[in-house]
């Protein structure tokens, strides 16, 4: 059989099937000639009169039947005339093999080898493509340089660890920032917010000043996380690969959201929440939320509407407008849930009886078997992340005297789960003592802030390094698991394992720094 | 200083003390002789004008004084006359240093050496205990022989791992059993339920009659667990010593419960609960229970204000009027939370800004660091035991063929989390497969009831045996710790480590069993 397959090999045999018996070799030959259009002859094509070409590595496809039904709207009239794979790699979520196969479809032909001629058609083509994305990204505030930069298009942004150890309520040039898309323009005299769904009243419409007058104003300290904290130490501590930025611990902070509750803004708009409260109610097991960026999201209908849950529509972070970067002038906080639901620019909100059929919703943030592959990875299958699991890091560690250090650090869970006990250890998990902690004043099933705490510990002797750990028990005597290798999963979300770090030990049994 | 105290060593030196830089030494001489009674005279007292005696241990204590101020009433004087020892050893939460040294405060003398002539009376003494036990629990019901009994007096009972299997809703019968106490006498024409606290009538009272008619009937399927579920593997797991029943995989069951909703009760009792559930109000931060059995507990106000926590006061299990051994007439059904707030009997709810001063919430059924001994473990500081973690076990591994095993378990999480995967391992955690679910019919953020699972693995090659694991994974994303080690706690509670069941593997790659 080897050798029958070696022989086929040859410049002129590009594949070979094998059907119900019958072996079917198909030649160069058999194919028909692809048309061939050079890069000038793709950037005469964007309009509708002469038809919308783009370039995807060396495929020329006409997408003008395909604009109006595009999921991201008319963003993707910027890549007419040009190759569309600059923009791709700044709207990743295209990377799938559904996009790739629903793209062949509007395939005409190929891409003439570009040659000495075409130099200054690509020049002329990368110029238009920066100015493009220059374009996109035009409306991105300025940020804090003591930010540490994940990505710059779209702005993604962790917090140093002295200053999330520094301040129990981030400030929100320091809170970090978890952009998917460009920051819209969005204006506050104009903005007006669409809800709609069962027993929804037709056409309701609140504007940013109506949703002010109307209803009671609350503020809820709320940490914030990305389901992709603490990302890096899961391809550290297992050796496999992951996708997504490599987060290390600052993909959280803590802040005071002020707003209205969302049940209220449902109530008002129509829905009878408190029936929906006590029994189930057919019909809407889920709240979907768009933003103006293009990012859309949904939350339990069980989580919306419950009094406890306290989901804001916020409009103010710390006592002030929210800024660009994080939602203004309206988002949604959703408490103790993964930061991915708590939809920023928000001004479309539906009761639906599915989940949002947004890209995230569906084919994002959900976790996984660590024995699942990217190819196995089923998201039909999974549950979309909401409620988070316990979760604690250390944010510093400092000498306090010989063979004494002491340690600062953030504990959080989801779900209004409050920290009951950080548990932290000087020789690897051998031993423990209880950190001390400094608990947030919210209720019991309703502690939606961090924990922060601090612990003095003693070094082991006759050791050359040791490792500090730290791990947190919730309300719920929900734990930390003891490494990565159990949660590991390829998507490098929800690591929650105990946060572990190595340090020298002197001669003398102090730090060795 | 060694040999200063090998000269002070000899019989008659009692004790050396140092303070403030003088040694004293004490003889026995300076002792003063302790009064001697014989069995015979201590069984003279047993009434107010004798004084009530009784024995503990080698001393004689005149508790006289002490009856009216009993924690546990009047059922103290079954010892009167007595040695207090068999009672304690039932009534086990007496085991106390403060217990210990409360009693040496009554201490009247010593018991006199046993000789022959007390014999008769030492048989006396005993059947006389003897008598007073059965009486104390003449009530208690007759029970299913296929329970695995765990104590007789008062009666704790697993349920079989293959009665588990067997069925979605344990039959009442069947489901776990777990006493404090005695089985109280309850009569459902004379019973009464009183309400007290803030905004509360005066003198509120319902009889069942009442509660069934005034407020509406609820059906809540509810799997309610023992903290101490699995906590032999806790002592097995660690050879470390645990305190309490050793309990398998069989101190949790799932069932039924049908009632009403406490916060109707407490609305109509005059408490503003729609206030409450939407913002903290002072004065109320626990709802505590009192049973007909002298058992009491409490949980925090937010949950039982909660609509979607459902907390009822259940007056059927399964459609049946609630056993004796399970409640009846009324219990508290909290789902999501450890089954010790669930407390049965139920003739008492107090709202207060305290929690219940009963030893079982003050002093047992909580969570400490795996480094605190009985002695540090500190039951001032940690926090109750109230919503639970994500649990998983092995019910059943049965042979399908060659190298193929089926697993089926159960799953569950508190707070209303449902399980959203489960991971079984033949490899004994080095690779995993997804169970299929056997999902209850319940809303997400309500998912009270257990989770079924099953799943067909194949055995590895070339070794003599293997170690099947599962693991659950809730909405919450919560995740169970791989062993007990992190977990370890003296009181033994909240094992939910990976379950483990090794098998051997035979030579023909299928069990050998």
């Known amino acids: 059989m080897r050798a029958f397959f070696d022989d086929l090999h040859g410049d002129d045999v590009v594949g070979v099937a094998i059907k119900d018996g019958q072996i079917s070799v198909k030649h160069r030959a058999d194919i028909p000639k692809a048309k061939i259009f050079t890069r000038h002859e793709v950037s005469l094509h964007t309009t509708p009169s002469t038809g919308i070409w783009i370039i995807h590595n060396q495929g020329v496809y006409d997408i003008t039947r395909f604009i109006p039904i595009h999921p991201g709207g008319s963003r993707i009239l910027l890549a007419a005339g040009k190759s569309i794979d600059p923009f791709w790699s700044v709207f990743s979520i295209h990377h799938t093999p559904e996009t790739y196969s629903l793209l062949e479809e509007y395939r005409i032909g190929d891409l003439a080898p570009d040659g000495p001629s075409d130099l200054s058609a690509i020049e002329e083509m990368q110029k238009s493509e920066t100015e493009a994305l220059a374009k996109l990204f035009g409306n991105d505030p300025e940020r804090d340089e003591r930010l540490i930069v994940r990505s710059e298009r779209p702005f993604n942004a962790e917090t140093r660890r002295e200053d999330l150890r520094d301040s129990f309520v981030t400030p929100n040039h320091l809170h970090y920032k978890r952009n998917h898309l460009p920051v819209p323009v969005v204006d506050e005299e104009e903005f007006a917010l669409e809800i709609e769904g069962p027993h929804i009243e037709d056409g309701f419409r609140l504007s940013i000043k109506e949703l002010k007058e109307r209803f009671e104003k609350a503020d809820v300290m709320v940490a914030l996380q990305c389901a992709g904290n603490r990302r890096k130490d899961m391809t550290t501590g297992t050796d496999k690969p992951v996708k997504g930025l490599p987060w290390e611990e600052g993909a959280i902070s803590n802040a005071v959201w002020s707003g209205v509750y969302l049940r209220d803004v449902l109530a008002a708009a129509g829905y009878p929440v408190k029936e929906y409260e006590k029994a189930h109610m057919e ?146 998990g051998k031993t423990w003592m209880d950190a001390e902690l400094h608990v947030p004043p919210q209720d019991r099933n309703r502690r939606w802030a961090w924990t922060k705490w601090e612990a003095t510990v003693k070094l082991p002797k006759g050791v050359k390094e040791t490792e500090l750990v730290c791990k947190a028990v919730d309300t719920g005597y929900n734990t930390q698991p003891e490494t990565v290798d159990s949660i590991y999963n390829v998507r490098g979300v929800l690591n929650s394992a105990w946060h572990r770090v190595r340090i020298p030990v002197g001669e003398t049994g102090g730090l060795d720094a």
Chains 1, 2 share one sequence.
């Not at 001004?347 to 059929?357: F, P, Q, Y």
């Not at 919703?361 to 979309?384: I, L, N």
């Open 283 to 428: 019909g809407v097991e889920h709240v979907q939320f768009d933003g103006l960026d293009g990012y859309g999201a949904s939350i339990p209908a069980t989580t919306a509407m419950d009094p406890q849950r306290e989901v804001l529509l916020a409009y103010e972070m710390n006592g002030e407008p929210i800024p660009p970067d994080h939602g203004g002038v309206l988002r949604v906080v959703v408490p103790g849930t993964v930061a991915a639901r708590s939809v920023k620019w928000v001004n479309k909100i539906a009761l639906s009886d599915e989940e949002s059929w947004s890209h995230w919703q569906r084919h994002d943030y959900k976790g996984f078997s660590p024995s699942a592959t990217q190819e196995t990875s089923d998201y039909e299958k999974a549950e979309s992340i909401q409620d988070m699991p316990v979760q604690s890091a250390i944010l510093d560690v400092s000498e306090r005297d010989n063979r004494t250090v002491h340690m600062q650090g953030y504990a959080w869970s989801g779900a209004g789960h409050g920290i009951v006990r950080v548990d932290v250890s000087a020789d690897g």
